[in-house]
């Protein structure tokens, strides 16, 4: 018995030199083209491939499409008011918050609560503002008794830098002025 593992059938797995050889004599030749493979040839070569310039154009078409989308949802959440309102009642208390950016956090008792003689005052209204000028008034109209009208806008979300409170004064008008 021979070797188990020889076989008779080695040509056809690896090639032999001679193949190499008639295979690099072939590839060394000219070939000769008809002209209908020359003209075929020729349009391969001059034509350009639109398909990805497509696929570039609605890569980028839906990156803008998505920052747009994104940039439009953080402006409505954090930049556009979605209540503009007013509230009535007595300005208790007025405090400059914050160490780099400070804003004035302001409580008030709502009118709502100072008429209902029933019910326990829960909590009051809080409102946040950026001007020092509106702050300075409320601040003359703290604890006075007199009450107010405060202008604000709410939006739905809440900036760090913007105050504790996503409601922020725009007027505030005591009673007796106009």
């Known amino acids: 018995m021979g070797n188990l593992f020889s076989d008779k059938y080695d040509d056809h797995f690896y090639s032999s030199k001679k193949d190499e050889e008639e295979q690099k004599k072939k590839e060394q030749q000219p070939v000769e083209e008809t002209p209908e493979e020359r003209e075929e040839r020729e349009l391969r070569e001059l034509t350009y491939d639109r398909s990805s310039k497509r696929k570039r154009i609605l890569i980028i078409g839906g990156v803008v499409l998505l920052v747009l989308g994104v940039s439009i949802a953080l ?22 918050e914050g160490t780099i950016l400070k804003t004035y956090e302001v409580q008030m ?36 008794g007199r009450r107010v009208t405060v202008k604000y806008e709410e939006f739905k979300g809440m900036l760090p830098w913007r105050g504790e409170t996503n409601r922020f004064a725009t007027d505030i008008i005591a009673d007796g002025e106009n």
């Open 75 to 96: 402006w409505l959440r954090y930049f556009h008011p979605y209540i503009v309102s007013e509230e009535r009642g007595v300005i208790l208390k007025v405090q400059s």
């Open 109 to 144: 008792i709502s009118e709502k609560y100072i008429a209902d003689t029933v019910r326990a005052y829960k909590s009051g209204f809080e409102f946040t503002i950026k001007s020092d000028s509106l702050a300075a008034k409320a601040s003359r109209l703290q604890s006075t």
